[in-house]
């Protein structure tokens, strides 16, 4: 059986190869890293996390990003069986160690019989003589293979500025003003309530802090970039600012469900800092993806109580995301029209987000292989978490104004019956994890709803 040319070794690339794998086809996965390496990764391992550390919720019938990662586990996914086993405490969010995360999902590709690692850059489309391919290259996929993908589809790429979160030395932090808590004490998937070091503001440090964040100076862009949009989800926090004074403290500084344990009361405004490694020594600062310049960012983060004598373990910034119009692009089984021997998977096709980028590698990788082995096969069904992913960005979207998009509720169907508005989300995940039973073809004794509390057994 000819392999399978998988390009790209992020998670969706990593997903597909393995999911490819584990049906008995066998796979060649090129990554470019270190051969050619990219403005924002810093290692060379597969499935290297590059901003947060975060998978987000954890909750399968209260969130969509949490159902996908069930139904992630109920196909077998590589990316959530290294993120359960590298897991840190996040409250109701899922966070991990990113270099015990890339570690096991590397480890186990390299160690798989049917999984050859190649270390090379891909510059064109794999020609359809040597079979199937799926592209999976990313957000930061090189120029030379971009502009082939481009000059194929006949439709140019677009493009948006993705923001990274500064990461803090955990023993710079000041606790004496810093204290440990969830919002609303909320419990963790580790049953801890406290897994957020939170800074506060009053009233006058927050419109100081404001003040400063919109005096520093940003890095400048160069003349080709000046037109490219933000991705909405991911803002810095500098141009959040300039959309309003409260913008900030209604986002990611919302002071909501915390109390500062020295006054007993809620802050104006708070900072949140989540554990980003398994030894506990560094904390990114949740929500603060920033375009500041280095040492600005020192300066005025640094102006943040608790954080007054902070050390940076990585500062933030700012890279170019690419990403295709997959609406025109590509047909419902996420295979370029133009070239129909070439699936695209992950954040290429406009799909945002780690997880949601894995999910269409699972779904990209588990179409490949049913095509190759014969075996008709339909995208999952749309109420599920991935089949919404997949008819969104196969069609589901306007063309015309394509962004990128997370997985939400939005792009579900609407129940059937009636339903309570408090049980409309629970109600709509058992739906799906019936359906993604029902698509993986597990019996009926797997396919029993797991209860909440038992999900990361």
């Keep these: ?166 990461i803090v030395h955990k ?61 909405e989800g991911c803002l810095p926090i500098e141009v959040m600012a300039e959309r309003g004074v409260d913008t900030l403290r209604f986002g990611p500084m919302k002071p909501v469900g915390l109390r500062d344990p020295r006054t007993g009361q809620r802050p104006h405004a708070v900072v949140q800092l989540r554990q980003d490694n398994a030894l506990g020594t560094l904390y990114n600062m949740v929500g603060f993806q920033t375009k500041l310049r280095h040492g600005e960012q020192t300066r005025v983060f640094r102006m943040i109580p608790g954080l007054q004598r902070a050390e940076f373990a990585r500062l933030g910034g700012l890279h170019r995301n690419t990403f295709i119009n997959s609406p025109r692009l590509l047909d419902r089984q ?20 780690y997880v949601e980028s894995a999910a269409v590698g699972i779904v990209a990788g588990r179409l490949t292989a049913a095509e190759i082995l014969g075996i008709p096969r339909e995208p999952p069904p749309v109420e599920t978490a991935h089949g919404a992913l997949v008819a969104h960005i196969t069609g589901g979207a306007d063309s015309a104004t394509f962004q990128p998009m997370n997985v939400n509720f939005g792009l579900f169907p609407a129940l059937p019956e009636k339903v309570r508005k408090n049980e409309r989300k629970r109600a709509m995940a058992l739906r799906a994890l019936a359906g993604i039973d029902d698509w993986a073809g597990r019996g009926a004794a797997d396919a029993a709803p797991r209860p909440a509390a038992a999900l990361a057994d």
């Design 334 to 353: 996420l295979r370029l029209k133009v070239a129909p021997h070439i699936r695209m998977a992950g954040q290429i096709t406009g799909c945002e987000g």
């Design 171 to 231: 023993d710079s932090i000041d606790l004496d003003i810093a204290w440990f808590q969830s919002r609303y004490d909320k419990t963790g998937p580790g049953g801890g309530t406290a897994d957020y070091i939170n800074c506060p503001l009053d009233e006058a440090g927050y419109h100081a802090f404001i003040a400063a964040l919109l005096a520093a100076e940003k890095t400048s862009f160069k003349e080709w970039e000046s037109s490219t949009p933000y991705f």
């Design 1 to 166: 059986m000819r392999p399978v040319t998988v390009v790209g070794g992020g998670l969706a690339g990593s997903e597909a190869a393995f999911q490819l794998a584990e049906a008995g086809v066998p796979v060649r996965l090129f990554e470019m890293r270190p051969v050619r390496g990219t403005d924002a990764h810093k290692t060379d391992r597969l499935a290297e996390l590059v901003c947060s550390n975060s998978f987000r919720s954890d909750d399968p019938f209260g969130n969509a990003v949490g159902l996908l990662h069930e139904e992630m586990r109920r196909l077998g996914s590589l990316v959530m069986a290294a993120g359960d086993a590298s897991k840190l405490p996040a409250g109701g969010a899922l966070a991990v160690d990113r270099n015990a995360f890339a570690g096991r999902v590397q480890e186990t590709l390299e160690a798989h019989p049917l999984v050859e690692i190649v270390r090379e850059e891909v510059r064109g489309l794999p020609d359809p003589a040597d079979g199937h391919a799926i592209l999976a290259t990313g957000p930061l996929t090189a120029p030379d293979l971009a502009a082939a993908i481009r000059d194929a589809g006949g439709e140019d790429a677009l493009a948006f500025f993705d923001a990274i979160a500064p």
